[in-house]
């Protein structure tokens, strides 16, 4: 789950990370007043999910109270990729004199956090968070022991970060690293972190992903759900807690499965036979509450959807349970597309047979479910 | 036959009386597994499966009763995960720790990942459906009839799909040596490459596949390792080729963030490495036989 | 530094550790107000650095707020074990079922913190504190790991605590870890931790003893040096950042040297050969300052000190350097005792003919300078 | 010759440039001992002790141009010696490290510890003078002058009584095989037993000299293993006879609190075990001569 600027920079603030002079703002007459009060060149930043916001109209400089109003409600009137731009982030302009990223991540490959710097201004966070590169200068860091300052020097010599603001860099990476554990990040990122003409080091801008599975402990992440999730249908299964997917993609198929790689693999197989997939509904495989009820009324109803692939290897849940769950959100449902069924595993049979004759069509592989689905789809648009 | 298990071993169940515990306990009891204990803090001197296993408050006791036990399996929930993981590695007599339990949080599976390497434990999970060696052994939640036995290794990241996986090779008359479900989340004990080297040394194993997904690079990583130091086949399936960029999907490691973890770019990389990949299930068994 | 019950009770009031319903007070009007707010019989305890007050009358129970008032006002009027009464903590009285003592502290066998469960009263927590007893009921704890609900479940089984209460217990040794680890304590001890009969888990009284070492990262524990150290000079050398310990004894013969092994060794010669000691000084032998200077000043205006003993072995900081910050000090003083000084290591003749005609009498042994000095003392007092 | 150290030994000063680091570290060079380099973060690229010993800003890049170092010797403030010693324990080079730094936290040392267990490195102090073998090498704070070679072994807990008794040795003509000071703080890395062993297992060392003080209970627990384990006669002096009950000195392990850590009690147990204790540091060379 990852936060918007504003709140990456709210926790930047709470912990000590220095961001630039500036605020959050709801409408362009705030913006002003905040324009004002910063007394300088602004740089005025739309709040949406989206990365590389800048190429796309979503990153504008305004030198003038007045022109940051003018910048800011043209900003909020628009659309970028297709998300409205509710807030604006309006920090002071700074001239920058060197730029570094900074990335605090948990190092798929040792399993421990590592801390990463690179210059290269193109390449992604994500990815830098997500592998770390052989080219990118990083230390591992021992979870148990935490981030050590002789770890910051070694990466910062060899990032060749100037010694004079070596003590503030190490405040900085310190704080980056309570700030990490403490909300459960699954990374922490400055980008950039850039030395001012003036030698302030600065966070620019930040980007923190929250781990979900954290919730349980964090409960500030579930304030946070509403501004991540992009549609409604996403935000009702997060509270029920089960997967949702969302693509927005219309005239498609919806995939049910219990367990990811299940659902993934369904998708592949619809979208291979020409589908078009737009939600996909993981109700999990070792779940103690089986949620395919729930799941199968949210699609029902919703009204891009035309087809449904239910895909189920019955194990702790067996089949039979499952179907006596989607019956009962079939029976409930105001509207109804075709749903294709395919069972495999333990209570398959008893399965087929509850359904038989119920609406819900039984089908006897995989392939013939997502085909017959394709087909109706096809049907519908042709 | 085949790796890490066998129908000899003591084993506790840890979170035996949880749904999940109780359930694949039972199970594994009747594949014919010596479940030797389980333990639930709250439920110290009870019985389960018809008073056939004691249960007792802690890992400790358990090893006191049952000191030959040399593997948990751990069905604890997600909160508690982290304080069991620790328990079990601290008793110091596992050999071997498979954690079911999905949706721990990642900076505790770094934690306990920690220790277990600290403690040369193995360690299999977390979100992991366990080890199966199929006729023989069964430590995990795998459906017991879904694979018959024979010579193919199989290491996967998911769960069910792996069961759909075994079934459409048992389908097509293909046995399996053993099976290795090293877990779904971001973060596991035992990698993709770990896994493919016990498979590689097993004497039982003539081929491997390798069911990987969306995310992450670790197939990449074992790519150049079955290329550079296995003598093993190995044919590879990614499910989630169609999945988007910038989302991800649920609690898993299913993601593509920056360009990372695309299925597109893990087939190249394996084909490029010499190993082969096949893009749809069915044509699995196919492309198997044609290894012999 | 050991800290007073009601600091104690602080501390465990922040860390959500229970203690009974009660306050500090500073006078006999506040104690009758407590108690009247309270409302039910009173226990009133004397907040002095004394181990076992309860046996010399610092904690008595008051049926009623008048005779809290009454009781309070005498303790106030006296002193126990030499110590002024200032404050007294009021807490309600409660009807005990069990008691247990808990005990969280570093094991120096292992080097590692850990918890450890008794129930006999008699016994001292400084004893449990300094070594694990093989009949304590204990856990070791990994310090970079922390204590871990498993261990506290492990702990309480084998004690037989109440499985009823376990969660209650967990929390609560749970805060304890948290409060030992953040503010750095050599030691925090329920003593005891009470079931009532109303089944309430209950910390009725505790203990913490701070690490001095982490005064670095913990400034607080400098504000509780007033009331830890027990006379002016102590208070005077901690500011100063030198080892002064004051026992308090009459007529008595100082020992100041370099290194707490010396200091000691230099301590027993005194007192075997017949002298009393009250202060003892360890200027340090790996010191940046050297404070031998400081520590004489102090030695020679103190009115109960006869004579002084000087032990240094030169290295860091030469016989010389000492020599000369002694003699410094020694023509600033307007009161004067005999000092004997025994100088070896580096340079010792430089000291010893520095110091010679200067009043100051230089020894040829430690023997020769101890002997003197008592001498001396009995000299005086004969 | 003799334990732990030697000439030949490439040793690593961290802290080198604050003024005991300095200071000590010319003495040993004086001494002989091979000091490649120092560590301090903030003096990188300068050389100290009239140029002959090159700085670095970190371990890591010492070990770069001098990766045959195998010792460290610590004089890195109290305040950041936590960082210091995690960063010799993590360069894993090290065979040894000798902490001189006093008044460390002490749960700062216990993570320290911990550290240096898991990783296998012999880790002496804090608040250690190191270790002296006289005529032969020297890796802490010893005057050089303060004793001469010979068969007795010596551990103690502090540093300037310790050169008291090394030198009261030499008056007495006794030569000393290696003194080790394992440092006079509440926890030490190397305890009293472990130092006892090491001087056990040395074929110089014919005679030891314990000299130890009030607190804690590890000369109580060494005492038993110098009866039941140890061929090597030893004789102790404990340091504190005198001081009061309920009282801290300073910084270090000196208390005795509840009872714990009493000299008298000390030596009963020492007498017990059948070890000969001495009141008075005068009579250590007759006890000592009376063994032969």
Redesign the interface.
């Given at each position: 789950m990852k936060l918007l600027e504003y709140q990456v920079k709210n926790l930047f603030r709470r912990y000590g990370i220095p961001v630039p002079v500036g605020k959050v703002a709801s409408s362009a007459r705030e913006v002003k007043n905040i324009a004002e009060e910063i007394g300088k060149p602004v740089v005025i930043k739309a709040q949406i999910p989206v990365i590389g916001r800048g190429e796309k109209g979503g990153i504008r400089v305004a030198r003038s109270a007045v022109e940051a109003e003018t910048i800011s409600s043209e900003m909020m009137a628009g659309r970028i990729d297709g998300f409205p731009v509710h807030k604006v982030q309006v920090d002071e302009a700074l001239a920058i004199q060197d730029e570094y990223f900074v990335v605090l991540t948990i190092d798929r490959a040792t399993r421990y956090p590592a801390l990463i710097l690179y210059t290269d201004a193109q390449k992604r966070i994500e990815a830098a968070a997500n592998a770390i590169d052989e080219k990118d200068i990083s230390v591992s860091i021992d979870p148990l022991i935490g981030l050590q300052r002789y770890q910051i020097r070694n990466l910062a010599r060899q990032a060749g970060f100037p010694p004079a603001l070596l003590s503030v860099f190490t405040n900085i990476c310190l704080q980056m690293w309570s700030l990490f554990t403490q909300v459960d990040a699954r990374y922490v990122a400055l980008s950039p972190l850039v030395i001012t003409e003036h030698q302030r080091v600065i966070a620019l801008d930040g980007k923190i992903a929250l781990d979900r599975c954290a919730l349980f402990r964090q409960s500030f992440i579930a304030d946070h759900a509403n501004y991540i999730l992009v549609s409604e249908n996403e935000l009702e299964a997060f509270k029920q807690g089960f997967v949702y997917l969302d693509f927005g993609n219309e005239k498609s198929i919806a995939c049910l499965a219990n367990g990811a790689g299940l659902t993934l693999a369904t998708m592949d197989y619809v979208v291979e036979a020409g589908g078009t997939v737009s939600d996909l509904v993981d109700v999990g495989a070792r779940t103690l509450t089986d949620h395919s009820n729930r799941a199968l009324t949210i699609l029902l109803r919703d009204e891009k959807i035309q087809a449904v692939v239910v895909n189920i290897y019955g194990c702790m849940t067996s089949c039979g349970e499952i179907a006596k769950r989607l019956l009962s959100a079939w029976e409930e449902a105001d509207r109804r597309v075709p749903v294709f069924v395919n069972f495999d595993g333990y209570g398959k049979m008893e399965a087929n047979s509850l359904l038989q004759n119920s609406g819900i069509i039984v089908c006897s592989s995989l392939e013939d479910a997502v085909n017959s689905a394709v087909a109706q789809t096809k049907e519908m648009t042709g | 036959m085949s790796i890490l298990i066998n129908r000899e071993m003591d084993i506790i169940v840890q979170g035996i009386t949880g749904?999940?515990g109780e359930?694949?306990a039972r199970l594994m009891y009747e594949f014919g597994m010596n479940i030797v204990a389980g333990v639930s803090?709250t439920a110290?001197g009870t019985w389960v499966m018809d008073g056939k296993v004691p249960v007792f408050?802690?890992?400790?006791?358990a090893l006191e009763i049952f000191p030959t036990a040399k593997a948990s399996i751990v069905f604890v929930p997600?909160?508690?995960a982290?304080?069991?993981l620790?328990?079990a590695a601290?008793a110091g007599s596992f050999s071997l720790v498979v954690c079911?339990t999905?949706?721990?949080?990642?900076?505790d599976?770094?934690?306990v990942?920690?220790?277990f390497d600290?403690r040369g434990t193995r360690f299999i999970g977390p979100n992991s459906p366990g080890i199966f060696n199929p006729g023989s052994a069964l430590l995990g939640?795998y459906?017991a009839d879904?694979a018959i036995p024979g010579d193919v290794g199989v290491v996967?990241?998911?769960?069910?799909?792996?069961?759909?996986v075994l079934?459409t090779l048992k389908n097509a008359g293909i046995g399996v040596s053993s099976c290795i479900g090293i877990g779904?989340d971001?973060?596991?004990?035992t990698?993709v490459a770990d896994a493919l080297s016990l498979l590689d040394a097993d004497v039982y194993t003539k081929k491997i596949v390798l069911?990987g997904?969306?995310g992450?690079?670790?197939e990449e990583?074992a790519a150049s390792q079955v290329m550079f130091s296995m003598s093993t086949p190995v044919v590879a399936y990614f499910?989630?080729?169609?999945?988007?960029k910038?989302?991800?999907?649920?609690?898993?490691?299913?993601f593509i963030?920056?360009?990372?973890?695309d299925v597109a770019r893990k087939e190249t990389v394996f084909q490029q490495m010499g190993v082969r990949t096949v893009?749809?299930?069915?044509d699995l068994p196919r492309v198997l036989e044609s290894y012999s």
């Open positions: - | 749904r999940a359930y694949y803090p110290d408050d802690s890992v400790e006791t997600a909160p508690q982290l304080d069991a620790y328990e601290d079911v999905k949706g721990i949080p990642i900076h599976v770094s934690k990942c920690r220790t600290a939640v459906p879904c996967s990241r998911s769960g069910t799909l792996s069961y759909a079934e779904g971001t973060l596991q004990g990698t069911i997904g969306v992450g690079q670790e990583r499910a989630g080729r169609q999945f988007p910038g989302r991800t999907f649920g609690l898993s490691g299913a963030d920056g360009g990372i973890g893009r749809q299930l069915r």
